[in-house]
């Protein structure tokens, strides 16, 4: 027997791509609408979030307009190609990777960190707090309490992994989605769950760190591709 290719495509690039293929054969017409998000995700057996993923990705392709409130719609055919998908890794792998190697890394600095290191977590809570009350973009203050926290453990390589991940953040998909979603209004939640954070990590329970790390994120991960029952587009 032969060997196969192994797909190695992110799972919502090839929902995105089996879409794309039915819409360039002409199955979808142009200024049709595709089928509800909930029809795709039971059609294609997969998450609506991965559908939503899907979507977007679409649209960076150039195949679908996405209309909030009330769907995707199928944009005329260009003479040339459009481009297969490829825009950088999901949300949902994103968050998900940050909550099993976050929360180990949280639990692990519960277990060692100094009280240095715990002041250092606090400094970067209460520098979020002074930028999101002046109006200044607060993120690059969540990134260093995150960043702290591996730091905490001794470990070089855990930060760089954190930092990585926090980058991939960026990816286009993450982006808009996150853009559409108003994550950035996510503030009292986000305070809440680094509160919690940093509590279980000065008083050294691992535990505690790591079950607060995986619901900050958890939460986060809802915020941006939550499945609420309802469309999003």
Known sequence: ??????????????????????????????????????????????????????????????????????????????????????????????????????????????????RDDVARLAAFIDQMTADHDAGRPWSAADLGFHVAIASATGNAALATVVERLWQEQHAPVFSILSQRTHLEANWAETLRGHQAILAAIGAGKAEDAREAMRAHLRQVLGVVVGDNGGERY
């Open 1 to 114: 027997m032969p060997f196969q290719p192994i797909d190695s495509r992110r799972l919502y690039e090839q929902v995105a791509d089996q879409i794309g293929d039915l819409i360039r054969a002409g199955e979808f017409a142009a200024g049709g609408r595709l089928p509800a998000e909930r029809d795709l995700a039971k059609t294609l057996g997969v998450s609506r979030p991965v559908v939503r993923e899907a979507l977007v990705a679409l649209e960076i392709a150039g195949l679908v307009e996405v209309r909030t409130g009330s769907g995707a719609f199928v944009l005329e055919r260009r003479i040339e190609p459009p481009p297969r998908v490829n825009a950088g890794d999901g949300p949902t792998d994103i968050l998900t990777a940050r909550m099993l190697i976050e929360g180990e890394i949280a639990a692990l600095a519960a277990e060692i960190a100094s």
